[in-house]
Each structure stands twice: as C-alpha cells, then as structure tokens.
C-alpha cells in the first residue's frame, strides 16, 4: 500500500487528484496534519489560485512539508503547486516561495488571453521516470494565468507554448517533480504520469 498525502491548505479541488491518485494503484490521504505528512511515502502539493495566499495558508504545514522534502519523499506539485517551489513570484507585487528550485514565476504574455485553459502538447526535452510511457506531443489539461522561469534548463523536464514557450513539467534532486497543467484532469496521458508517481513512491 503507497500512501500519497494530499497537502491540505485551502486550495482548489482535492476531491479530483484523491480519485485520480486511487486509480494510479495509491491509498490517497488528504491531510495537513504533520504526523500524516511524515508517516506518508508521498506527496502531493496541488493549488488553484493566489500564490500569495497559498503560501500563507501552508502555515504550520510548511515545515512538515519541507522536512517530508528533505528526507527524500518523492514528491508532485501541480499547478500552483509546481509555482510553489520557486524562489518567488511577481504576482501580488512578489512573494517568496518555497526555494526548493531556483528561479522565479512570471506572468503569461500579454500578447495571449489568461488564463490558459484548455488541452495544450507537451514537448519532451530530457527523459524522466515521471514521463515513462507518454508521448512527445502528447497532450494535457492547462489552467493557469503564470509560468515559471527556473535558472537551470537542467530542472526542465518538458515545455509547452502559449504565447511562448514554459515549462511545463520540472524536476529537482532528490525526487521534486511538477507539472503546470492538472494531470487529474488530463485523460490516460495524466493518468499515466499519476501511476509513475505512484510507482515512484513504490521504490
């Protein structure tokens, strides 16, 4: 039995990543309690909305959540989630993150409408476990108004374009992944990463 915590802050629809993770073969737990957190074998950090108040809203979480980090728990965030890693974010005049990965987050072009909502292609840069079994091109479920601008192109897993060209899915020593778009809402494509997350977790 994998047991996949589902961090917990006030943000967004849990109710979809806890089914979709049931599916991918895990028992998932929504929680933000620390005790939960620590006894899990995964991770996921979801988000819909403010990065500034996502931060604010992680509380007493945080630390919980960066200890379960830095003992080697794999971990997934999604979204804001994925935005969340970073050193900051120019929304809401700027606000620090988590700084698990260097780099920051910006805003969407103004030569495009946001948020991007819609299915957008994935394009395949360095091979991943995270990414075992789906395609380049292959598509997925974007909603999000920001885009993330790591320092090292070496943490750029996949990219995708609207209006220009972002990551859309990275990764981070020791087992830190993240996707801008909603692999619960992505089909078999998003499944697919769910179970290699899962799988992950396993090992």
Known sequence: MVVVVIIDYGIGNLRSIKRGLEIAGATPIITNKGEEIANSDAIVLPGVG???????????????????????????GICLGLQLYFERSEEGGGMSGLGLIEGYV???????KAPHIGWNTINIRVWSPIIDGISDGAYMYFVHSYKVKPKRQENVV???????EFPSIVEAK?????????PEKSSKNGLTLLKNFVNLAKR
Request: aromatic share 10%.
């Open 50 to 76: 403010s990065f500034k108040s996502a931060m604010q809203n992680l509380g007493v979480t945080l630390y919980s959540l960066q200890e379960a980090i830095r003992s080697g728990k794999p971990v997934l």
């Open 106 to 112: 910006d805003k969407l072009p103004a030569t495009v």
């Open 158 to 164: 996949a990219t995708t374009t609207y209006g220009c």
């Open 174 to 182: 020791p087992l830190i992944f993240g996707t801008q778009f909603h």
